[in-house]
Nanobody, 124 residues
Framework: QVQLVESGGGLVQAGGSLRLSCVAS????????MGWFRQAPGKEREFVAH????????VYADSVKGRFTISRDNAKRTGHLQMDSLKPEDTAVYYC?????????????????WGRGTQVTVSS
């Protein structure tokens, strides 16, 4: 079992930046794909980005490409999502997830472990 805890959310003005962190404990975290998803009120959970176990491979949703950067530090069992040029439509609860596979996925149902989420609110 892997336990994931997110932090770093908050309230920021449009155009600002936030850096989310995800700390993992337990399990073979270093061999898992890590992903970030988000969910706005009344909407489905949405893929944001995922990163391979080595950190060499990253994939982003079109809506965040060029603005968000996903990274991980396996020695510290920590992942990050750097969010720049934030827009009001980025407002959501952001979740960290881990998948017991070397392959990433856009589908939240393919992920095995989840954090509780951290709220990100972007004001206009």
């Amino acid at each position: 079992q892997v336990q994931l805890v997110e932090s770093g959310g908050g309230l920021v003005q449009a155009g600002g930046s936030l850096r989310l962190s995800c700390v993992a404990s337990g399990g073979a975290y270093v061999s898992y794909t890590m992903g970030w998803f988000r969910q706005a009120p009344g909407k489905e959970r949405e893929f944001v980005a995922h990163i391979s176990w080595s950190g060499a491979g990253t994939v982003y949703a079109d809506s965040v490409k060029g603005r968000f950067t996903i990274s991980r530090d396996n020695a510290k069992r920590t992942g990050h999502l750097q969010m720049d040029s934030l827009k009001p439509e980025d407002t959501a609860v952001y979740y960290c997830a881990a998948r017991r596979s070397y392959s990433g996925s856009y589908d939240y149902k393919d992920y095995d472990f989840w954090g509780r989420g951290t709220q990100v609110t972007v004001s206009s």
